[in-house]
């Protein structure tokens, strides 16, 4: 059986998605359908005001809605901490913890020697040119517990180190190949707390 075209086109959106299979875009298709207008128009409407509305943030590539994003908008922060993550997701996870009353940098990614992506496709240079600026006294890299991100958390201490910066690495207790944005609450905070120097 083919699909009427509208609702082929509605599964190929969906199944880009990550995370949704053909299984599950099927579903979310079938429930659009049958949805209330209203309800399906105020999803197409949320997605389109996120892409209009949200942009990196220019000081540490978070998520920002107005100019800063709201950790760097926050004048409560201490500044002299600087806790590096991979994506914007995990200035969530970890905040969440309450452990990091510093600021955020958002590296968009880690380095994969086997994917091709070395440290100038990251936001590396900015993050330098942000301890140069800065009151920075410590570093917090909390970058995934695998290869990726053991590889960009040895290139970063090779790096900053000699600025005179302390740069700590979050301690294990995470699962190894795991992601800092699935760690529970408890896990994460305490691998924070017994962060160690690189
Ligand atoms: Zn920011």
Known sequence: ??????????????????????????????????????????????ITEVKRTIHFCPVCFNFAEDELCVVCGDTERDRTIVCVVEEPRDVVAVDRTGEVHGVYHVLQGAISPIDG???????????????????????????????EGETTALYLAR?????????????????VGGDIEYADEVTLGRALEARREM
């Open 1 to 46: 059986m083919r699909y009427a075209p509208p609702i082929a086109r509605l599964l190929e959106e969906l199944e880009r998605l990550p995370g949704v299979g053909p299984k599950s875009a099927q579903r979310i298709a079938y429930w659009l359908m049958t949805a209330d207008t209203a309800d399906a128009e105020r999803l197409a409407l949320a």
């Open 117 to 147: 992506i070395g440290p100038e496709r990251l936001r590396v240079r900015e993050l330098v040119d942000r301890l140069g600026e800065n009151e920075i006294t410590e570093v917090v890299v909390a970058t995934n517990p695998n290869v």
């Open 159 to 175: 790096l900053i180190k000699p600025l005179g910066i302390k740069v700590t690495r979050i301690a294990s207790g995470l699962p």
